[in-house]
């Protein structure tokens, strides 16, 4: 705790003083363009990833970056979605997973989820995305299955994305663009998943008009 009050500390002393013009912008509303959706995992960080100011992200995190289906559970995801589209008129939602992810290694390996009932409950919001890794990946095991797996729940999530009736209504006149990513922890690389290929290519080699994913339907 120390170092988090230490922190506080030389960001009021140093960043804060610095950036006053822009905190004083802020506290009269904010205009972020993207919402953010990624896992609660503490080694993502999703402004330092995309290099991005306060205010210029709409962050939504939880465990293993789910998206229930419209209607399918009573938490804060859906609120947040709404608001993010409706008032904020954000104009991109990405869905990022991470390798090495906890929840999904617990969806993998329910065994270690069993006394963990608030968390089993949570990851049945993405039994599709299990139901997929097993009929695709049989051979597959360790990092590897888990890693096709973190990119498989992007794509599941993704579809549950667009249950909402404000991303569908924002999809259908075009004023929303989905976006699928996957950040690797140990390179930095982030990949973003192409339609037309129907895969994940790493996004520095892509221009970025071409990394929405509402253009062809996620399969």
């Not at 009050?5 to 140093?14: A, C, K, L, M, V």
């Not at 905190?23 to 953010?36: K, V």
């Not at 709409?58 to 609120?79: D, H, S, T």
Request: with cysteine; hydrophobic share 40%; proline share 5%.
């Amino acid at each position: 705790m120390q170092k988090i009050i230490r922190g506080i500390h030389e960001f009021q002393e140093n960043y804060f003083a610095g950036q006053q013009e822009l905190f004083e912008r802020l506290a009269a509303g904010q205009n972020p363009e993207t919402l953010f959706i990624t896992c609660s995992d503490s080694r993502i960080n999703p402004n330092l990833l995309t290099q991005t100011e306060p205010g210029e992200l709409f962050i939504l995190r939880n465990a293993g970056n789910i998206v229930p289906p419209w209607g399918a559970a009573n938490g804060g995801e859906g609120a947040t979605i709404e608001y993010a589209v409706r008032v904020l008129e954000v104009k991109n939602l990405v869905i990022c997973g991470h390798t090495h992810c906890g929840a999904m290694s617990g969806l993998l390996n329910p065994d270690s989820v069993a006394k963990l009932p608030a968390v089993k409950r949570w990851l049945e919001h993405a039994d599709a995305t299990l139901s997929i890794v097993r009929d695709k990946y049989g051979d597959e095991a360790g990092e590897e299955l888990l890693t096709d797996t973190v990119k498989e729940n992007v794509l599941c999530q993704i579809d549950n994305l667009r249950t909402h009736p404000s991303v569908a209504a924002g999809l259908a006149n075009g004023s929303l663009k989905v976006h699928g990513w996957v950040y690797q922890f140990e390179t930095g690389d982030v990949f973003a998943f192409q339609p037309t290929e129907g895969r994940f290519v790493e996004i520095k080699h892509l221009p970025a008009e071409s990394l929405g994913v509402l253009e062809a339907p996620v399969i």
